[in-house]
Protein backbone atom coordinates (compact mmCIF):
# COMPACT_ATOMS: atom_id res chain seq x y z
CA UNK A 1 0.00 0.00 0.00
CA UNK A 2 1.73 3.76 -1.11
CA UNK A 3 0.34 6.22 1.52
CA UNK A 4 0.12 9.91 -0.01
CA UNK A 5 -0.03 12.44 2.59
CA UNK A 6 -1.19 16.10 0.82
CA UNK A 7 -0.18 19.19 3.01
CA UNK A 8 -1.93 22.66 2.18
CA UNK A 9 -0.76 25.70 3.62
CA UNK A 10 -2.98 28.95 2.39
CA UNK A 11 -1.96 32.08 4.89
CA UNK A 12 -4.35 34.71 5.29
CA UNK A 13 -1.62 37.78 4.06
CA UNK A 14 -0.87 35.36 0.95
CA UNK A 15 -3.38 35.56 -2.59
CA UNK A 16 -6.14 32.83 -2.14
CA UNK A 17 -5.33 29.21 -3.74
CA UNK A 18 -8.13 26.33 -4.37
CA UNK A 19 -6.33 23.76 -2.57
CA UNK A 20 -9.37 21.91 -1.50
CA UNK A 21 -9.85 21.76 -5.52
CA UNK A 22 -6.42 20.26 -5.73
CA UNK A 23 -6.84 17.59 -3.38
CA UNK A 24 -10.46 17.02 -4.65
CA UNK A 25 -8.74 15.81 -8.18
CA UNK A 26 -6.42 14.06 -6.66
CA UNK A 27 -9.36 11.69 -4.52
CA UNK A 28 -11.20 11.62 -7.86
CA UNK A 29 -8.67 10.14 -9.93
CA UNK A 30 -6.98 7.90 -7.48
CA UNK A 31 -10.59 6.55 -7.03
CA UNK A 32 -10.92 5.77 -10.64
CA UNK A 33 -7.49 4.48 -10.70
CA UNK A 34 -6.72 0.83 -11.91
CA UNK A 35 -4.72 0.78 -8.98
CA UNK A 36 -6.64 2.27 -6.61
CA UNK A 37 -6.38 -0.52 -4.03
CA UNK A 38 -2.76 -0.06 -3.97
CA UNK A 39 -2.52 3.59 -2.97
CA UNK A 40 -4.38 5.05 0.27
CA UNK A 41 -4.80 9.26 0.27
CA UNK A 42 -4.61 10.11 4.03
CA UNK A 43 -6.66 13.00 5.60
CA UNK A 44 -5.44 16.23 4.28
CA UNK A 45 -3.44 18.44 6.77
CA UNK A 46 -4.35 22.12 6.10
CA UNK A 47 -2.97 25.02 6.83
CA UNK A 48 -0.15 23.41 8.12
CA UNK A 49 2.53 24.84 10.53
CA UNK A 50 6.53 23.55 10.65
CA UNK A 51 5.73 21.22 13.20
CA UNK A 52 2.78 19.40 11.75
CA UNK A 53 5.24 18.25 9.21
CA UNK A 54 7.05 16.38 11.30
CA UNK A 55 4.42 14.60 13.27
CA UNK A 56 2.17 13.64 10.17
CA UNK A 57 5.34 12.11 9.01
CA UNK A 58 5.83 9.98 12.25
CA UNK A 59 2.24 9.18 12.03
CA UNK A 60 0.87 8.62 8.51
CA UNK A 61 4.26 6.93 7.38
CA UNK A 62 4.36 7.94 3.67
CA UNK A 63 5.82 6.84 0.43
CA UNK A 64 4.44 10.20 -0.94
CA UNK A 65 4.48 13.62 0.56
CA UNK A 66 2.46 16.88 -1.66
CA UNK A 67 2.93 19.96 -0.55
CA UNK A 68 0.54 22.61 -2.27
CA UNK A 69 0.84 25.85 -1.12
CA UNK A 70 2.95 29.04 -2.12
CA UNK A 71 6.38 29.60 -2.51
CA UNK A 72 8.91 32.46 -1.97
CA UNK A 73 11.20 33.80 -5.33
CA UNK A 74 14.17 32.93 -3.14
CA UNK A 75 12.95 29.11 -2.23
CA UNK A 76 11.60 29.49 0.91
CA UNK A 77 8.29 27.46 1.26
CA UNK A 78 5.07 29.55 3.16
CA UNK A 79 3.48 27.31 5.84
CA UNK A 80 1.57 29.32 8.80
CA UNK A 81 1.79 30.54 12.02
CA UNK A 82 -0.32 30.07 14.68
CA UNK A 83 -2.24 33.43 13.66
CA UNK A 84 -3.15 32.10 10.10
CA UNK A 85 -0.07 34.33 8.62
CA UNK A 86 3.27 32.88 6.54
CA UNK A 87 5.93 31.65 8.25
CA UNK A 88 8.52 31.02 5.86
CA UNK A 89 10.62 27.67 6.10
CA UNK A 90 14.36 27.60 4.53
CA UNK A 91 15.65 24.86 2.13
CA UNK A 92 18.04 24.16 4.02
CA UNK A 93 15.23 23.34 7.32
CA UNK A 94 13.14 21.18 5.41
CA UNK A 95 15.75 19.05 3.60
CA UNK A 96 16.87 17.94 7.20
CA UNK A 97 13.25 17.04 8.42
CA UNK A 98 13.62 14.70 4.91
CA UNK A 99 16.62 13.45 5.70
CA UNK A 100 15.29 11.85 8.82
CA UNK A 101 12.62 9.89 5.88
CA UNK A 102 15.28 8.97 4.04
CA UNK A 103 14.13 5.05 4.11
CA UNK A 104 10.55 6.12 3.82
CA UNK A 105 9.37 9.10 1.29
CA UNK A 106 10.10 7.71 -2.22
CA UNK A 107 8.76 10.99 -3.12
CA UNK A 108 8.36 14.61 -2.52
CA UNK A 109 6.30 16.58 -5.00
CA UNK A 110 6.31 20.21 -3.88
CA UNK A 111 3.63 22.16 -6.13
CA UNK A 112 3.87 25.77 -5.21
CA UNK A 113 5.79 28.41 -7.15
CA UNK A 114 9.37 28.79 -6.90
CA UNK A 115 10.53 25.26 -4.73
CA UNK A 116 13.23 24.62 -7.23
CA UNK A 117 15.33 25.13 -4.52
CA UNK A 118 13.93 23.60 -1.84
CA UNK A 119 13.64 20.45 -4.21
CA UNK A 120 17.35 20.27 -4.78
CA UNK A 121 17.63 20.14 -1.00
CA UNK A 122 15.65 17.38 -0.33
CA UNK A 123 16.93 15.13 -3.13
CA UNK A 124 20.07 15.29 -1.17
CA UNK A 125 18.28 12.69 0.61
CA UNK A 126 15.04 11.93 -1.05
CA UNK A 127 14.95 9.34 -4.08
CA UNK A 128 12.25 11.71 -6.53
CA UNK A 129 11.31 15.17 -5.73
CA UNK A 130 9.38 17.90 -8.09
CA UNK A 131 9.33 20.98 -7.80
CA UNK A 132 8.42 24.38 -10.11
CA UNK A 133 11.17 26.58 -11.58
CA UNK A 134 9.39 29.68 -11.48
CA UNK A 135 6.00 30.59 -10.07
CA UNK A 136 2.94 28.55 -11.70
CA UNK A 137 0.01 29.14 -12.12
CA UNK A 138 -2.70 27.75 -9.95
CA UNK A 139 -4.77 25.59 -12.64
CA UNK A 140 -1.11 24.65 -14.07
CA UNK A 141 -0.52 22.87 -10.78
CA UNK A 142 -4.06 21.18 -10.68
CA UNK A 143 -3.17 20.15 -14.09
CA UNK A 144 0.11 18.79 -13.08
CA UNK A 145 -1.61 17.01 -10.17
CA UNK A 146 -4.45 15.33 -11.99
CA UNK A 147 -1.93 14.40 -14.99
CA UNK A 148 0.65 12.88 -11.96
CA UNK A 149 -1.40 10.71 -10.11
CA UNK A 150 -3.32 9.52 -12.96
CA UNK A 151 -0.48 8.16 -14.21
CA UNK A 152 0.65 6.67 -11.01
CA UNK A 153 -2.94 5.29 -9.87
CA UNK A 154 -2.46 3.62 -13.37
CA UNK A 155 0.98 1.87 -12.59
CA UNK A 156 3.04 4.12 -14.36
CA UNK A 157 6.51 4.85 -12.51
CA UNK A 158 7.26 8.37 -11.47
CA UNK A 159 9.22 9.78 -14.18
CA UNK A 160 6.79 8.89 -16.13
CA UNK A 161 3.40 10.42 -14.16
CA UNK A 162 5.82 13.52 -13.89
CA UNK A 163 5.84 13.74 -18.11
CA UNK A 164 2.28 12.60 -18.00
CA UNK A 165 1.83 15.89 -15.59
CA UNK A 166 3.93 18.09 -17.63
CA UNK A 167 1.58 16.68 -20.67
CA UNK A 168 -1.88 17.38 -18.47
CA UNK A 169 -0.70 21.12 -17.95
CA UNK A 170 -0.25 21.47 -21.85
CA UNK A 171 -3.43 19.51 -22.54
CA UNK A 172 -5.07 22.25 -20.54
CA UNK A 173 -3.99 24.91 -22.83
CA UNK A 174 -1.71 26.35 -20.50
CA UNK A 175 1.62 27.37 -21.48
CA UNK A 176 3.95 26.29 -18.34
CA UNK A 177 4.36 22.33 -19.38
CA UNK A 178 8.27 23.52 -18.66
CA UNK A 179 7.80 24.45 -15.15
CA UNK A 180 7.58 21.53 -13.02
CA UNK A 181 10.78 19.68 -12.43
CA UNK A 182 12.18 16.22 -11.87
CA UNK A 183 14.95 16.19 -9.80
CA UNK A 184 16.73 12.38 -9.21
CA UNK A 185 17.89 12.51 -5.50
CA UNK A 186 21.26 10.11 -4.50
CA UNK A 187 19.72 6.74 -3.48
CA UNK A 188 18.50 6.70 0.20
CA UNK A 189 20.92 3.93 1.49
CA UNK A 190 18.68 1.33 2.23
CA UNK A 191 21.04 -1.80 1.42
CA UNK A 192 23.95 -0.70 -0.47
CA UNK A 193 24.36 -4.49 -0.95
CA UNK A 194 21.12 -5.70 -2.33
CA UNK A 195 19.58 -2.47 -4.22
CA UNK A 196 22.89 -2.91 -6.66
CA UNK A 197 22.05 -6.82 -6.90
CA UNK A 198 18.70 -6.36 -8.29
CA UNK A 199 17.16 -7.10 -11.25
CA UNK A 200 16.34 -4.35 -13.71
CA UNK A 201 13.46 -4.79 -14.93
CA UNK A 202 12.41 -2.23 -17.30
CA UNK A 203 11.00 -4.22 -20.26
CA UNK A 204 7.49 -4.24 -19.07
CA UNK A 205 5.22 -2.29 -17.01
CA UNK A 206 2.47 -4.36 -16.39
CA UNK A 207 1.54 -4.62 -12.99
CA UNK A 208 -0.63 -7.81 -12.26
CA UNK A 209 2.63 -9.52 -12.96
CA UNK A 210 4.23 -11.06 -9.83
CA UNK A 211 7.74 -10.27 -8.44
CA UNK A 212 10.04 -11.91 -11.14
CA UNK A 213 12.42 -14.22 -8.34
CA UNK A 214 15.13 -15.08 -11.30
CA UNK A 215 18.05 -12.61 -12.97
CA UNK A 216 17.80 -14.36 -16.13
CA UNK A 217 15.93 -16.88 -16.94
CA UNK A 218 17.64 -20.34 -17.97
CA UNK A 219 17.27 -23.43 -19.95
CA UNK A 220 13.59 -25.01 -20.26
CA UNK A 221 14.29 -24.29 -24.06
CA UNK A 222 11.89 -26.86 -25.82
CA UNK A 223 9.38 -26.06 -22.95
CA UNK A 224 9.29 -22.26 -24.00
CA UNK A 225 8.97 -23.39 -27.34
CA UNK A 226 6.24 -25.60 -27.03
CA UNK A 227 4.37 -23.53 -24.88
CA UNK A 228 5.00 -20.99 -27.47
CA UNK A 229 3.35 -22.93 -30.35
CA UNK A 230 0.59 -23.77 -28.28
CA UNK A 231 -0.65 -20.46 -27.39
CA UNK A 232 0.09 -19.01 -31.13
CA UNK A 233 -1.69 -21.96 -32.41
CA UNK A 234 -5.22 -20.23 -33.53
CA UNK A 235 -7.51 -22.93 -34.19
CA UNK A 236 -7.23 -25.10 -30.65
CA UNK A 237 -4.71 -25.50 -27.49
CA UNK A 238 -7.14 -22.65 -26.23
CA UNK A 239 -5.99 -23.87 -22.21
CA UNK A 240 -2.39 -24.77 -21.69
CA UNK A 241 -1.22 -26.50 -18.45
CA UNK A 242 2.24 -26.21 -16.81
CA UNK A 243 2.38 -28.84 -13.77
CA UNK A 244 4.92 -30.26 -12.06
CA UNK A 245 6.34 -30.35 -8.23
CA UNK A 246 6.76 -27.23 -6.04
CA UNK A 247 9.86 -25.23 -6.78
CA UNK A 248 10.61 -26.73 -9.99
CA UNK A 249 10.27 -23.44 -11.84
CA UNK A 250 6.25 -23.01 -12.93
CA UNK A 251 5.57 -19.69 -11.86
CA UNK A 252 9.29 -19.18 -13.50
CA UNK A 253 8.72 -20.81 -16.88
CA UNK A 254 4.96 -19.02 -16.62
CA UNK A 255 6.14 -15.65 -16.33
CA UNK A 256 8.84 -15.42 -18.68
CA UNK A 257 7.08 -17.01 -21.88
CA UNK A 258 4.31 -14.22 -20.61
CA UNK A 259 7.18 -11.57 -20.52
CA UNK A 260 8.10 -12.32 -24.38
CA UNK A 261 4.68 -12.44 -25.44
CA UNK A 262 3.71 -9.33 -24.41
CA UNK A 263 7.16 -8.10 -25.59
CA UNK A 264 6.28 -9.56 -29.46
CA UNK A 265 2.67 -8.20 -28.83
CA UNK A 266 0.92 -11.34 -29.36
CA UNK A 267 -1.31 -10.39 -27.64
CA UNK A 268 -3.36 -7.36 -26.54
CA UNK A 269 -3.93 -8.14 -22.89
CA UNK A 270 -2.59 -10.09 -20.07
CA UNK A 271 -4.45 -10.96 -16.94
CA UNK A 272 -2.88 -12.54 -14.19
CA UNK A 273 -4.24 -14.20 -10.66
CA UNK A 274 -2.79 -15.79 -8.35
CA UNK A 275 -4.35 -18.22 -6.13
CA UNK A 276 -3.00 -19.10 -2.81
CA UNK A 277 -3.70 -20.45 0.59
CA UNK A 278 -2.85 -18.05 3.06
CA UNK A 279 -1.50 -20.21 6.04
CA UNK A 280 0.51 -17.28 8.13
CA UNK A 281 0.22 -17.76 11.77
CA UNK A 282 -2.48 -14.51 11.17
CA UNK A 283 -4.43 -15.38 8.40
CA UNK A 284 -6.42 -18.30 7.09
CA UNK A 285 -7.78 -17.46 3.69
CA UNK A 286 -9.16 -19.89 1.07
CA UNK A 287 -8.16 -20.16 -2.87
CA UNK A 288 -9.65 -19.14 -5.97
CA UNK A 289 -12.81 -20.33 -7.02
CA UNK A 290 -14.18 -19.70 -10.83
CA UNK A 291 -16.29 -16.70 -9.81
CA UNK A 292 -12.84 -15.43 -8.47
CA UNK A 293 -11.59 -15.65 -11.71
CA UNK A 294 -14.47 -13.36 -13.78
CA UNK A 295 -13.77 -10.88 -11.11
CA UNK A 296 -9.80 -10.94 -11.78
CA UNK A 297 -10.56 -10.80 -15.70
CA UNK A 298 -13.38 -7.97 -15.08
CA UNK A 299 -10.98 -5.99 -12.96
CA UNK A 300 -7.59 -6.02 -14.93
CA UNK A 301 -9.20 -6.05 -18.14
CA UNK A 302 -10.88 -2.67 -16.06
CA UNK A 303 -14.61 -3.60 -16.78
CA UNK A 304 -15.16 -2.54 -13.41
CA UNK A 305 -18.68 -2.64 -13.75
CA UNK A 306 -18.95 -6.38 -14.08
CA UNK A 307 -17.78 -6.36 -10.37
CA UNK A 308 -21.46 -5.73 -9.27
CA UNK A 309 -23.10 -8.31 -11.24
CA UNK A 310 -23.60 -12.00 -10.76
CA UNK A 311 -24.16 -15.49 -12.47
CA UNK A 312 -24.58 -16.10 -15.91
CA UNK A 313 -24.96 -12.65 -17.14
CA UNK A 314 -21.59 -11.96 -15.27
CA UNK A 315 -20.27 -15.18 -17.66
CA UNK A 316 -21.85 -13.84 -20.70
CA UNK A 317 -19.67 -9.89 -20.36
CA UNK A 318 -16.88 -11.66 -19.29
CA UNK A 319 -16.82 -13.85 -22.70
CA UNK A 320 -17.56 -10.45 -24.34
CA UNK A 321 -14.25 -9.03 -23.10
CA UNK A 322 -12.42 -12.08 -24.10
CA UNK A 323 -13.94 -12.17 -27.66
CA UNK A 324 -13.04 -8.03 -28.02
CA UNK A 325 -9.24 -8.65 -26.56
CA UNK A 326 -6.94 -11.16 -27.14
CA UNK A 327 -5.99 -11.77 -23.75
CA UNK A 328 -3.53 -13.98 -22.44
CA UNK A 329 -5.40 -15.25 -18.62
CA UNK A 330 -2.63 -16.91 -16.28
CA UNK A 331 -4.09 -18.63 -13.28
CA UNK A 332 -0.81 -19.20 -11.16
CA UNK A 333 -0.99 -22.48 -7.96
CA UNK A 334 -4.14 -23.49 -9.61
CA UNK A 335 -3.41 -26.56 -7.10
CA UNK A 336 -4.40 -24.13 -4.10
CA UNK A 337 -7.71 -23.60 -5.62
CA UNK A 338 -10.74 -23.76 -3.70
CA UNK A 339 -12.81 -25.01 -6.59
CA UNK A 340 -11.63 -27.87 -7.94
CA UNK A 341 -9.07 -28.00 -10.83
CA UNK A 342 -10.92 -29.86 -13.61
CA UNK A 343 -13.88 -27.59 -13.19
CA UNK A 344 -12.04 -24.46 -13.35
CA UNK A 345 -10.85 -25.73 -16.39
CA UNK A 346 -14.20 -26.72 -17.84
CA UNK A 347 -15.73 -23.73 -17.49
CA UNK A 348 -12.80 -21.35 -18.60
CA UNK A 349 -12.58 -23.42 -21.91
CA UNK A 350 -16.46 -22.37 -22.54
CA UNK A 351 -15.57 -19.30 -22.25
CA UNK A 352 -11.93 -18.13 -23.76
CA UNK A 353 -13.70 -17.42 -27.58
CA UNK A 354 -9.87 -16.56 -29.20
CA UNK A 355 -8.09 -15.94 -25.89
CA UNK A 356 -6.14 -18.38 -24.50
CA UNK A 357 -5.24 -19.67 -20.66
CA UNK A 358 -2.03 -20.72 -19.41
CA UNK A 359 -2.42 -22.69 -16.00
CA UNK A 360 0.31 -23.65 -13.30
CA UNK A 361 -0.60 -26.46 -10.67
CA UNK A 362 1.44 -28.71 -8.78
CA UNK A 363 -0.96 -31.05 -9.41
CA UNK A 364 -1.55 -32.57 -13.15
CA UNK A 365 -4.15 -31.33 -16.05
CA UNK A 366 -5.90 -33.78 -17.80
CA UNK A 367 -8.60 -33.58 -20.21
CA UNK A 368 -8.86 -31.00 -23.03
CA UNK A 369 -5.53 -29.08 -21.51
CA UNK A 370 -2.37 -29.06 -23.93
CA UNK A 371 -0.33 -29.81 -20.29
CA UNK A 372 3.51 -29.34 -20.05
CA UNK A 373 5.30 -30.99 -16.96
CA UNK A 374 8.21 -29.88 -15.36
CA UNK A 375 11.56 -32.00 -14.31
CA UNK A 376 14.61 -30.76 -13.00
CA UNK A 377 16.37 -28.60 -15.27
CA UNK A 378 18.48 -30.83 -17.64
CA UNK A 379 22.45 -30.83 -16.26
CA UNK A 380 24.22 -28.75 -18.58
CA UNK A 381 20.94 -25.72 -17.73
CA UNK A 382 21.44 -26.89 -14.31
CA UNK A 383 25.41 -26.47 -14.49
CA UNK A 384 24.65 -23.03 -16.11
CA UNK A 385 22.34 -22.19 -12.93
CA UNK A 386 24.78 -22.83 -10.49
CA UNK A 387 27.54 -20.90 -12.25
CA UNK A 388 25.82 -17.61 -12.63
CA UNK A 389 23.99 -18.13 -9.15
CA UNK A 390 27.23 -18.38 -7.64
CA UNK A 391 28.51 -15.20 -9.53
CA UNK A 392 25.63 -13.17 -8.35
CA UNK A 393 26.38 -14.09 -5.02
CA UNK A 394 29.91 -14.23 -4.89
CA UNK A 395 30.40 -17.79 -4.14
CA UNK A 396 34.17 -18.69 -5.26
CA UNK A 397 33.96 -21.99 -4.56
CA UNK A 398 31.66 -22.74 -7.75
CA UNK A 399 34.53 -21.66 -10.08
CA UNK A 400 37.16 -24.12 -9.26
CA UNK A 401 34.81 -27.24 -8.42
CA UNK A 402 35.58 -29.85 -10.97
CA UNK A 403 32.80 -30.85 -13.46
CA UNK A 404 32.00 -34.35 -11.99
CA UNK A 405 31.36 -32.75 -8.27
CA UNK A 406 29.05 -29.98 -9.80
CA UNK A 407 27.23 -32.98 -11.52
CA UNK A 408 27.09 -34.23 -8.09
CA UNK A 409 25.10 -31.41 -7.08
CA UNK A 410 22.61 -31.67 -9.95
CA UNK A 411 21.70 -34.97 -9.09
CA UNK A 412 21.42 -34.69 -5.57
CA UNK A 413 18.82 -31.29 -5.98
CA UNK A 414 17.43 -33.41 -8.86
CA UNK A 415 17.59 -30.51 -10.62
CA UNK A 416 15.14 -28.12 -9.16
CA UNK A 417 15.71 -24.60 -9.18
CA UNK A 418 14.47 -23.97 -5.96
CA UNK A 419 16.74 -26.33 -4.51
CA UNK A 420 19.85 -25.57 -6.90
CA UNK A 421 19.08 -21.79 -6.06
CA UNK A 422 19.94 -22.95 -1.92
CA UNK A 423 22.61 -25.34 -2.57
CA UNK A 424 24.48 -22.64 -3.89
CA UNK A 425 23.96 -20.57 -0.94
CA UNK A 426 25.40 -23.26 1.24
CA UNK A 427 28.61 -23.33 -0.83
CA UNK A 428 28.85 -19.30 0.22
CA UNK A 429 29.67 -21.11 3.61
CA UNK A 430 30.40 -24.55 3.49
CA UNK A 431 33.18 -26.74 2.03
CA UNK A 432 31.38 -28.67 -1.19
CA UNK A 433 32.15 -31.93 0.51
CA UNK A 434 30.11 -31.20 3.37
CA UNK A 435 27.41 -30.13 1.43
CA UNK A 436 27.30 -33.03 -0.71
CA UNK A 437 27.71 -35.52 2.20
CA UNK A 438 24.80 -33.08 3.70
CA UNK A 439 22.67 -33.88 0.23
CA UNK A 440 23.35 -37.58 0.26
CA UNK A 441 21.40 -38.21 3.35
CA UNK A 442 18.16 -36.52 1.35
CA UNK A 443 15.79 -38.62 -0.33
CA UNK A 444 15.44 -37.43 -3.95
CA UNK A 445 11.74 -37.29 -5.29
CA UNK A 446 10.70 -39.53 -8.29
CA UNK A 447 8.91 -37.83 -10.64
CA UNK A 448 5.19 -37.74 -9.91
CA UNK A 449 5.99 -38.00 -5.96
CA UNK A 450 3.33 -36.80 -3.89
CA UNK A 451 3.33 -33.79 -1.56
CA UNK A 452 4.68 -35.32 1.31
CA UNK A 453 7.87 -36.52 -0.30
CA UNK A 454 9.32 -33.39 -2.13
CA UNK A 455 8.47 -31.30 1.37
CA UNK A 456 10.87 -33.79 2.91
CA UNK A 457 13.29 -33.39 0.24
CA UNK A 458 13.15 -29.52 0.71
CA UNK A 459 12.98 -30.11 4.58
CA UNK A 460 16.46 -31.53 3.85
CA UNK A 461 17.97 -29.06 1.75
CA UNK A 462 16.52 -25.71 3.91
CA UNK A 463 17.60 -27.30 7.21
CA UNK A 464 21.30 -26.78 6.82
CA UNK A 465 20.55 -23.26 5.16
CA UNK A 466 19.08 -22.41 8.44
CA UNK A 467 21.51 -23.98 10.51
CA UNK A 468 23.84 -21.38 9.11
CA UNK A 469 22.00 -18.61 9.88
CA UNK A 470 23.24 -16.48 13.05
CA UNK A 471 20.36 -15.95 15.69
CA UNK A 472 18.92 -12.06 14.29
CA UNK A 473 18.66 -13.63 10.81
CA UNK A 474 16.55 -16.68 11.74
CA UNK A 475 14.42 -14.11 13.42
CA UNK A 476 14.15 -12.29 10.62
CA UNK A 477 13.31 -15.02 8.79
CA UNK A 478 10.18 -16.01 11.41
CA UNK A 479 8.57 -13.19 10.94
CA UNK A 480 8.94 -12.58 7.39
CA UNK A 481 6.70 -15.72 7.48
CA UNK A 482 3.90 -13.55 8.49
CA UNK A 483 3.88 -12.11 5.22
CA UNK A 484 2.15 -13.48 2.38
CA UNK A 485 4.38 -15.59 0.53
CA UNK A 486 5.49 -14.28 -2.99
CA UNK A 487 4.81 -10.07 -1.75
CA UNK A 488 6.40 -9.46 1.27
CA UNK A 489 7.00 -6.47 2.70
CA UNK A 490 8.90 -3.28 2.43
CA UNK A 491 12.65 -2.72 4.55
CA UNK A 492 10.24 -0.30 6.45
CA UNK A 493 7.63 -2.98 7.22
CA UNK A 494 10.29 -5.50 8.06
CA UNK A 495 12.09 -3.20 10.78
CA UNK A 496 8.68 -3.18 12.49
CA UNK A 497 7.74 -6.89 12.63
CA UNK A 498 11.41 -7.92 13.33
CA UNK A 499 11.85 -5.15 15.84
CA UNK A 500 15.97 -4.90 14.51
CA UNK A 501 18.21 -2.00 14.46
CA UNK A 502 18.49 -0.23 10.68
CA UNK A 503 22.62 -1.99 10.69
CA UNK A 504 21.76 -5.35 11.89
CA UNK A 505 18.47 -5.76 9.83
CA UNK A 506 20.76 -4.69 6.79
CA UNK A 507 23.19 -7.33 7.30
CA UNK A 508 20.29 -10.16 8.22
CA UNK A 509 18.66 -9.38 4.81
CA UNK A 510 21.74 -9.88 3.16
CA UNK A 511 23.04 -12.82 5.04
CA UNK A 512 19.13 -14.28 4.25
CA UNK A 513 19.66 -13.57 0.66
CA UNK A 514 23.31 -15.18 0.16
CA UNK A 515 21.31 -18.00 0.96
CA UNK A 516 18.37 -17.72 -1.56
CA UNK A 517 16.01 -17.96 1.84
CA UNK A 518 14.50 -14.40 0.62
CA UNK A 519 14.06 -12.73 -2.33
CA UNK A 520 14.65 -8.99 -3.70
CA UNK A 521 12.70 -7.32 -6.01
CA UNK A 522 12.03 -3.35 -6.73
CA UNK A 523 8.79 -2.87 -7.86
CA UNK A 524 8.14 -1.21 -10.77
CA UNK A 525 5.51 1.31 -10.31
CA UNK A 526 7.72 3.45 -7.48
CA UNK A 527 11.32 2.70 -6.16
CA UNK A 528 9.99 0.67 -3.81
CA UNK A 529 12.19 -2.86 -3.05
CA UNK A 530 10.24 -5.09 -1.57
CA UNK A 531 12.05 -8.29 0.10
CA UNK A 532 9.84 -11.55 0.19
CA UNK A 533 9.76 -15.47 0.45
CA UNK A 534 9.33 -18.49 -1.62
CA UNK A 535 6.23 -20.19 -0.67
CA UNK A 536 8.28 -23.01 0.22
CA UNK A 537 10.48 -21.08 2.61
CA UNK A 538 7.25 -20.19 4.09
CA UNK A 539 6.09 -23.30 4.72
CA UNK A 540 9.15 -25.16 5.94
CA UNK A 541 9.73 -21.52 8.40
CA UNK A 542 5.95 -22.44 9.50
CA UNK A 543 6.14 -26.11 9.56
CA UNK A 544 9.31 -27.06 10.82
CA UNK A 545 10.56 -23.99 12.77
CA UNK A 546 8.00 -22.39 14.22
CA UNK A 547 5.38 -25.52 14.63
CA UNK A 548 7.90 -27.90 15.19
N1 LIG B 1 14.55 -21.56 -15.65
C1 LIG B 1 14.90 -20.88 -14.55
N2 LIG B 1 15.92 -20.00 -14.57
C2 LIG B 1 16.27 -19.32 -13.47
N3 LIG B 1 15.65 -19.43 -12.28
C3 LIG B 1 14.62 -20.29 -12.18
C4 LIG B 1 14.19 -21.05 -13.31
N4 LIG B 1 13.14 -21.80 -12.92
C5 LIG B 1 12.94 -21.53 -11.62
N5 LIG B 1 13.81 -20.62 -11.17
C6 LIG B 1 13.88 -20.11 -9.78
O1 LIG B 1 13.71 -21.19 -8.88
C7 LIG B 1 12.81 -20.88 -7.83
C8 LIG B 1 11.60 -21.79 -7.85
O2 LIG B 1 10.86 -21.60 -9.06
P1 LIG B 1 9.27 -21.31 -9.10
O3 LIG B 1 8.87 -20.45 -7.99
O4 LIG B 1 8.94 -20.89 -10.47
O5 LIG B 1 8.73 -22.79 -8.83
P2 LIG B 1 7.23 -23.31 -8.83
O6 LIG B 1 7.24 -24.57 -9.60
O7 LIG B 1 6.32 -22.25 -9.29
O8 LIG B 1 7.01 -23.62 -7.29
P3 LIG B 1 5.63 -23.65 -6.45
O9 LIG B 1 4.89 -24.90 -6.85
O10 LIG B 1 6.08 -23.70 -5.04
O11 LIG B 1 4.88 -22.41 -6.79
C9 LIG B 1 12.46 -19.42 -8.02
O12 LIG B 1 13.32 -18.63 -7.26
C10 LIG B 1 12.69 -19.20 -9.50
O13 LIG B 1 12.96 -17.87 -9.83
MG1 LIG C 1 4.89 -21.11 -8.27
Known sequence: MISILFLAADPADASRLRLGEEFREI???????RLREHFKLELPQLSVRPADISQALLDVQPQIVHFSGHGASLGALCFENPAGKIHLVQPGALAALFEQFANQVNCVLLNACYSETQAKAIAEHIEYVIGMNQAVDDKAAIAFAIGFYQALGAGRTIEESYKLGCVQIRLQGIAEHLTPILLKGKRASVSPVLTSSIAQDKSINVLQLPPRQYREFIGRQIQLDDIENALNDTLGRWIIGIDGIGGIGKTALAREITERLLAKKSFEKVVWEQSHRDITMT?????????GVLDAISYQLEAFDLLQIKGKEKEARVKNLLR????LVVLDNLETAQDAQNAIVNRLASILSFSKALLTS????SGDVFSVHLTGLVEEDAIDLIHREAKNKNVSQVENADTNELRQLVISSSGSPLALKLVVGQLGHLPLKIVLEQL???HIPEDGAEEDDYVSFYKGI??????????????LLVSMANFPAGIGGTFESLKEISGLSNSILIRSID???RLSL??????????NIRYYLHVLTQNFILSDIVRA
Open 462 to 475: FMPSWKLLPENSQS
Open 27 to 33: QEKLKLA
Open 362 to 365: RHRF
Open 440 to 442: SLI
Open 518 to 527: LEVEKSLSLN
Open 324 to 327: KYKT
Open 511 to 513: ELW
Open 283 to 291: KSSRGLTYD
